[in-house]
């Protein structure tokens, strides 16, 4: 039984490190809490209660986590301190010992926080730590969170089954399970009411989407698809091996789903794709770059790959280098490989020095940049759908095409979270999005 009296005239302040699926859990927490009269504090006040959503992806996640919580608690130095998250999960003896944290709430208590806040009170010798073992975490708590209120990001799925030798992802969030479609699409629709244009399907590998419902991702996106009010979805990234012709096939006949993909291929060199125990090889990856291009020519395909896995010698990263040069894709996200306790890779004895590491990485980012380049090149002097953002920079604002080119235009309230059509002119002065001339507004 919760004590209400507790949270009276209280206020919270919540952080978020990592991924989208962090913010959109940290929104339903904060949903949680003023449903209790917990106000947001506006900046500039202290807080009496911090929440804080760990990551733990890499090394330097951990750290700034740790830095984080330091610096909260400096700021908020009465405020009682909450610590979940991946970081939280994993390492929750660590974090407790942390100066401030008063509590430590592991993967499932974090959508349950209120059961475990007995009490405010700062002044106890240690803090709690609440955490269950992770392989014992089925349930799956549904979350969705927005960023400046155009974008929305809807957790479809949480967990992962897939143990790849680097990751710790599986430890920190536990088996894969997901939302029902049918609660799901009722919280597209809630977006959409509230006047959300743009929906990102996020999850850890949703893909993998339907374990615990017995549902397939192609009939989740098929009933998502019919849902009015909604003006575009995008599906976050998605493990190559699961991203079937039947999903493209759809992607390239919807309406509502935008021609984006976002593919995590790690490594270009089919040695490296098995010590990291990925479940394709280079073949199968490029047969879906292709296949994506012979039915959606002008799709925005982004791909992720990690340089300086142990075992990545000079010649095995020139494979990845070549490979990645010969695929049409618009963009790369690199990641520097970080050892994580626990893990398998740590069996490889080859290690990378870090100066090595960097020098892929800066490699790999110039390539991209070229990429990125000659795929935004391609459509000056066409036209584009645009669904304008409300944040302004300046005098500056900026939106996305369907196919998840960065466009640029003067400041104008009424165009903000409005999908226009535009003809797409040359690029902005640090050629970082195109410019556009406006030609009408999408009812
Ligand atoms: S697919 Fe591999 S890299 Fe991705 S979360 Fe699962 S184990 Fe980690």
Redesign the pocket.
């Known amino acids: 039984m919760i004590d209400k009296t507790i949270f009276e005239n209280k206020t919270a302040v919540y952080y978020t490190l990592g991924c989208k699926l962090n913010f959109a859990e940290t929104s339903t927490i904060g949903r949680l809490l003023s449903e209790q009269g917990i106000r947001r504090a506006r900046s500039g006040e202290t807080a009496d209660i911090c929440v804080v959503n760990t990551c733990t992806v890499t090394e330097l996640a951990d750290k700034k986590c740790r830095q984080a919580i330091r610096r909260i608690h400096k700021l908020h130095p009465d405020a009682f301190v909450i610590v979940t998250g991946c970081y939280a999960q994993l390492k929750p003896q660590e974090v407790a010992r942390i100066e401030g944290v008063d509590l430590v709430l592991g993967a499932e208590q974090k959508s349950d926080i209120l059961s475990h806040l007995h009490h405010l009170d700062k002044d106890r010798a240690t803090s709690a730590v609440v955490t269950s073992p992770i392989r014992n975490v089925r349930s799956f708590s549904p979350s969705c969170s927005s960023d400046d209120r155009t974008r929305h990001f809807l957790k479809v799925q949480d967990g992962?089954d897939?143990?790849?030798s680097y990751?710790t992802?599986?430890f920190a969030r536990g088996r894969s399970r997901n939302g029902s479609i049918d609660h799901l699409v009722r919280q597209a629709g809630e977006v959409a009411r509230k006047g959300g244009k743009e929906i990102v399907l996020t999850g850890?590998?949703i893909g993998d989407f339907g374990k615990s419902t017995h549902e397939a991702f192609i009939d989740l996106i098929r009933a998502l698809d019919e849902v009015d009010g909604i003006a575009r979805y995008r599906i976050s990234s998605i493990?190559p091996n699961l991203l079937t012709d039947e999903l493209i096939a759809f992607v390239a006949r919807s309406k509502r789903f935008t021609p984006h993909f976002h593919l995590?291929l790690q490594s270009g060199s089919d040695m490296v794709l098995k010590w990291m125990r990925r479940k394709y090889d280079t073949a199968l990856f490029r047969y879906k770059v292709e296949r994506i291009r012979e039915m959606i020519p002008d799709a925005f395909i982004g791909v992720d790959v990690i340089v300086g896995t142990r075992g990545e010698t000079d010649e095995l990263f020139d494979e990845t280098f070549a490979f990645i040069r010969s695929l049409d894709i618009a963009r790369l996200h690199v990641f520097s490989y970080s050892e994580r306790p626990g893990t398998q890779a740590l069996e490889i004895a080859h290690v990378v020095p870090p100066k090595t590491k960097q020098a892929r990485s800066r490699q790999l980012l110039e390539l991209s940049e070229i990429k990125q380049h000659a795929f935004y090149a391609r459509h000056i002097g066409r036209s584009a759908d645009v669904l304008f953002e409300h944040t302004r920079k300046g005098e500056r604002m900026y939106g996305f095409t369907e196919n998840y080119i960065k466009v640029e235009t003067p400041y104008v309230a009424a165009s903000a979270n409005e999908v226009i059509r535009v003809l797409l002119a040359g690029w902005n002065p640090d050629q970082t999005a195109l410019t556009c001339t406006k030609l009408q507004r999408h009812e």
Request: hydrophobic residues 20%.
């Open positions: 992962c897939y143990y790849c990751c992802i599986p850890v590998n493990e995590p």
